[in-house]
């Protein structure tokens, strides 16, 4: 019943933006560290951002992998049990298939695939002109 599911991707332009969101049902998602992985064709899956959790057992501290950070922004809504990445001034090596993922907070994970237990079944995101 723990599920994720994405949304939000699509095809942009080069320079445009897009805000991905995935759902969470069957759990409070402010007792799980949440993460955003991404897989280009050919390549394996990285970390993109991640944010742990604020409910107390972590700080809500985020990360970003440097060729990122200035243009995405991950965040959380509790009320709707949804997080978020916003993606500004996207490039080309941007695309990928994006996953979001989860793990309990007490975890206490790096942002690395292996860290994480729950997966959705991703969103595509293509950026081209």
């Known amino acids: 019943q723990l599920q994720l599911v994405e949304s939000g991707g699509g095809l942009v332009q080069p320079g445009g933006s897009l805000r991905l969101s995935c759902a969470a049902s069957g759990f409070t998602l402010d007792d799980y560290a949440i993460g955003w992985f991404r897989r280009a064709p050919g390549k394996e899956r990285e970390g993109v951002s991640c944010i742990r959790s604020s409910d107390g057992i972590s700080d809500g501290s985020t990360y970003y992998k440097d060729s990122v950070k200035g243009r995405f922004t991950i965040s959380r809504d509790n009320a709707k049990n949804t997080v978020y990445l916003q993606m500004n001034s996207l490039k080309p090596e941007d695309t990928a298939d994006y996953y979001c993922?989860?793990?309990?907070?007490?975890?206490?994970?790096?942002?690395?695939?292996?860290?994480?237990?729950?997966w959705g079944l991703g969103t595509q995101v293509t950026v081209s002109s």
């Open positions: 993922a989860a793990v309990s907070a007490t975890a206490r994970p790096m942002c690395v695939q292996t860290d994480y237990e729950y």
